[in-house]
């Protein structure tokens, strides 16, 4: 499946550099346009399907305190004396690996 994400990848890279109208589609949204109206546009023909699944699982933030705990819930799990000292990034690393079954079945 890596292999596949990879693929796409280099074909929406090289997608946006090719074609002038995807580019210039692309260049047009900012931190204000949502996830579901930027891949809309390369969305049409579904070549970038498992790159969009794997963007919508991978990328989400969590916008304040009470989505966090929420999210920590779920999962069963809490941050422990241990792990008060890590990174915002180590975390993400952690809640990832935690929702690898959730996003493996994803592309089932």
Not at 39 to 55: P, Q
Not at 77 to 94: A, H, N, P
């Amino acid at each position: 499946m890596i292999d596949k994400l990879e693929l796409q990848h280099r074909q929406l890279l090289n997608a946006y550099q090719q074609e002038s109208s995807l580019k210039s589609a692309l260049n047009g949204c900012d931190g204000n346009t949502s996830f579901e109206s930027s891949w809309s546009i390369v969305k049409g023909a579904c070549r970038f399907n498992v790159l969009m699944d794997f963007c919508g699982g991978i990328a989400t933030t969590f916008p304040n305190t009470a989505t966090v705990e929420s999210d920590f819930s779920v999962l069963g799990w809490e941050k422990d004396e241990y792990r008060k000292s890590l990174t915002d990034l180590s975390l993400e690393g952690i809640m990832q690996c935690k929702q690898f079954d959730l996003m493996s079945r994803l592309v089932e």
